[in-house]
């Protein structure tokens, strides 16, 4: 059975830093692409980094490029998704999404179309 779930989420003041991890089961790591998403109260969920775990090649939102840091730690099977200088309109949930390599569009890796697996999510909360 396939699984992620998400951790490390929290209420930290802006400018602050969170990590965020996604831990994978029930599948071969190497074989996916792991995506972080977020999704904020009234909005829609958008891709915010990704990681193809084969070539290790990543992938950012421009509203986060230079803030945020995606990473990999396939011996763990684990994402991380490392989070600087956070702003209050990062406030969201964070989800991570898994699909397999084979499937894997370098030019759509951020839409929520693309992806077959989900975890559960993790709260973050960037207070002003």
């Known amino acids: 059975e396939v699984q992620l779930v998400e951790s490390g989420g929290g209420l930290v003041q802006a400018g602050g830093s969170l990590r965020l991890s996604c831990a994978a089961s029930g599948f071969t790591f190497d074989d996916y692409a792991i995506t972080w998403h977020r999704q904020a109260p009234g909005k829609e969920r958008q891709g915010v980094s990704c990681i193809h775990n084969r070539d290790g090649s990543t992938y950012y939102a421009d509203s986060v490029k230079g803030r945020f840091t995606i990473s990999s730690d396939n011996a763990k099977n684990t994402v991380y998704l490392q989070m600087n200088s956070v702003k209050p309109e990062d406030t969201a949930v964070y989800y991570c999404?898994?699909?397999?390599?084979?499937?894997?569009?370098?030019?759509?890796?951020?839409?929520?179309?693309?992806?077959?697996?989900w975890g559960q999510g993790t709260q973050v909360t960037v207070s002003s």
């Open positions: 999404a898994a699909v397999p390599i084979l499937y894997f569009s370098r030019r759509r890796w951020y839409r929520r179309s693309e992806y077959n697996y």
